[in-house]
């Protein structure tokens, strides 16, 4: 069982580029969300989503893109990378909110955009 | 989120001294949970709080939730080194249905 799985660990993009960050959970739970976490800031939702076909936005949604096409897998996108999107990543899965479950959360991935 | 306030932000003290963290509201919270961070980590669940008046403990750490459901404090005793790290409050329902928010976190030292 290896919960919440995150990957890259560490990714260093140039202004502009694109990128997938992998999120994936083998606790067949429905709710999966993003993160960003910044220095004194705490984490802000990004996006999340409640089963397989359906997201909604969270707190800070531009400039991301999410699909949720399976229970198990939720990546993040990013479209064209910008400096104000450096930050530390974090995805997370748990029953559905109004469960008032837990979410185990993934190791985080560390994202600098020069 | 600024619908939740954690203070203070960042906390030094003595290894053996007691502690708090304070996690607040404005609005009722359904659903309070606290984590904590080890540096350069993901986030580890501590404890959920759920009824107004109620308080859970693990080990050395106990959380309470007030009675109006709208503060939530997380206490210390007898700090050790492994207590070092950033803890998190989160709750449910504060920016709609489905979304579990956070506060800005507080950033413990524990000095020997």
């Known amino acids: 069982n290896a919960g919440v799985t995150q990957t890259p660990k560490f990714q260093v993009l140039k202004t502009g580029q694109s990128m997938t960050l992998q999120c994936a959970q083998d606790?067949?739970?429905?709710?999966m969300s993003w993160y960003r976490q910044d220095p004194g800031m705490g984490l802000r939702l990004i996006h999340y989503s409640v089963g397989a076909g359906i997201t909604d936005q969270g707190e800070v949604p531009n400039g991301y893109n999410v699909s949720r096409s399976t229970t198990e897998d939720f990546p993040l996108r990013l479209l064209s990378a910008a400096p104000s999107q450096t930050s530390v990543y974090f995805c997370?899965?748990?029953?559905?909110?109004?469960?008032?479950?837990?979410?185990?959360f993934g190791d985080g991935t560390r994202l600098s955009i020069l | 989120s600024q619908e939740l306030e954690q203070s203070p932000q960042s906390l030094i003290v003595q290894e053996g001294k007691n502690l708090t963290i304070n996690c607040t509201s404005s609005?009722?919270?359904?659903?309070l949970y606290w984590y904590k961070q080890k540096y350069g980590e993901g986030l580890i669940f501590l404890m959920m709080l759920q009824k107004g008046g109620e308080e859970k403990s693990h080990e050395k750490i106990t959380a309470k939730l007030d009675e109006k459901k709208q503060q939530s404090s997380l206490h210390i005793t007898a700090s050790q080194p492994s207590h070092a790290g950033i803890y998190l409050c989160?709750?449910?329902?504060?920016?709609?249905?489905?979304?579990?928010?956070f506060g800005q976190g507080t950033r413990l030292t524990i000095n020997p």
């Open positions: 606790m067949n739970h429905e709710y």
């Open positions: 997370a899965s748990s029953y559905y909110r109004d469960s008032n479950q837990p979410q185990h």
């Open positions: 989160g709750a449910d329902g504060l920016l709609g249905a489905q979304k579990l928010v």
């Open positions: 609005k009722t919270l359904y659903g």
